[in-house]
């Protein structure tokens, strides 16, 4: 059997391991190797981004879902959601207000909200362009068809976050009612790489049941799709939801995952996501130095943020907030990093 070195040798020089090695390296990890790992993918993140941060003004545009994950805050069935939908002017409020902050990149997120037709968010869509021509625009609002996908393409949209949650069918059905099914949302998600979309997978770490055969298949299955993003964050419980009482995921799995999908792709935007930011004061700088390159602070209007609350506690101020940028940027520069004023563009 080779060693957790050897395995993470095998990742960076092959970019490749099989399923059984990624159930050893994940299973086998202790400090060393995880300091091994983040050396190893610091180098190749230098090789291909040098020190840049990439920033993503995030813009929570609506809390109405129409689906009913068990793990989401702001799924159908919690009745003390506060629901709120942000309108096209005040998104492109938002969007101002990012702009002159340095942000070149808006992603608009939200629930599944059919409020948001193709003809509302293509005119959306379309007047960003115009006022922000220098921007890339990222959605990430679900689930929807083929012919929805390329319409919003058209209309200005570059990038689709979608994250498959986890690969492993079963573990899907635990953490979905059955209507969502793991087929559709691959689907979709080679339907955005068709269109010509950007386009970001990922999962939680530490989901209710996930074991590291589920791991396993997340990697084997992005190494399948070869997304230009993979976001990926702990699991946090929300208070109201059927996981309530579920324990997070751990920071220390995050970051050594975040590690070794820098190996796998070396060119994948990996964003040091909020839940890692929520869980540890010092997660954004820890998953910089774990191999992420992307960071996406809160642009959402101030009322609305407490409200977008997918898990408790979830970061919406300080530094997680898009107008302490200055801190932001301060604390990259104190672990050696840029942030930098750029569509933040996937590099080939
Ligand atoms: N409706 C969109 C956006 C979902 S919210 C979509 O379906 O893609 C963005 C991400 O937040 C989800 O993909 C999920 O991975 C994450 N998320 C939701 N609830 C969470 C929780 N309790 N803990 C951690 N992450 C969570």
């Known amino acids: 059997m080779r060693t957790e070195r050897e395995l993470i040798d095998k990742l ?83 969007a101002d207000t990012g702009y002159a902050l340095g942000f070149r990149t808006f992603v608009l997120q939200g629930g599944e909200d059919a409020y948001y037709t193709d003809a509302l968010l293509g005119e959306l869509l379309r ?15 679900g689930e929807r068809g083929e012919e929805s996908f390329r319409c919003l393409f058209e209309a200005g949209a570059d990038r689709y976050l979608l994250r498959h949650e986890t690969a492993s069918p079963v573990h899907y059905a635990s953490l979905h009612p059955p209507e969502l099914r793991l087929d559709n949302r691959k689907e979709c998600l080679y339907a955005l790489k068709r269109i010509g979309y950007q386009v970001g997978s990922g999962f939680m770490v530490g989901s209710p049941g996930q074991t590291a055969e589920n791991l396993a298949e997340d990697m084997l299955f992005l190494k399948e799709l070869s997304p230009q993003m993979v976001g990926i964050g702990p699991f946090i419980p929300h208070h109201d939801t059927p996981f309530a009482h579920c324990p997070a995921g751990t920071v220390e799995l995050t970051l050594f995952l975040l590690g070794l999908l820098r190996l796998m792709l070396p060119h994948a935007l990996l964003p040091a996501t909020t839940a890692l930011g929520t869980l540890s004061p010092q997660g954004r700088e820890l998953g910089i130095l774990a191999g992420a390159n992307v960071v996406m602070p809160n642009l959402s209007p101030a009322a609305s943020r407490k409200k977008y609350m997918l898990y408790d506690n979830k970061l919406c101020t300080g530094d997680e907030a898009a107008e302490s940028l200055n801190s932001l940027k301060k604390r990259m520069k104190s672990i050696g990093y840029n942030v930098v004023v750029d569509r933040g563009d996937y590099k080939i």
Do not use: M
């Not at 091994?36 to 993503?56: K, M, P, Q, S, W």
């Not at 362009?129 to 990222?138: F, Q, S, V």
């Open 12 to 94: 960076r020089d092959t970019r490749a391991l099989t399923r059984e090695e990624w159930v050893q390296v994940i299973e086998g990890r202790d400090e060393d190797a995880a300091r091994y790992l983040f050396e190893t993918a610091r180098a190749i993140r230098h090789a291909v981004y040098g020190r840049d941060v990439y920033i993503r003004g995030l813009i929570e545009i609506s809390n109405y879902c129409k689906n009913d994950c068990y793990y989401c805050g702001i799924r159908r069935s919690n009745r003390l959601a506060d629901r709120y939908r942000l309108t096209a002017e005040e998104i492109l409020a938002c």
């Open 127 to 141: 007047e960003i362009k115009r006022r922000y021509p220098d921007c890339a625009i990222t959605l990430s609002l």
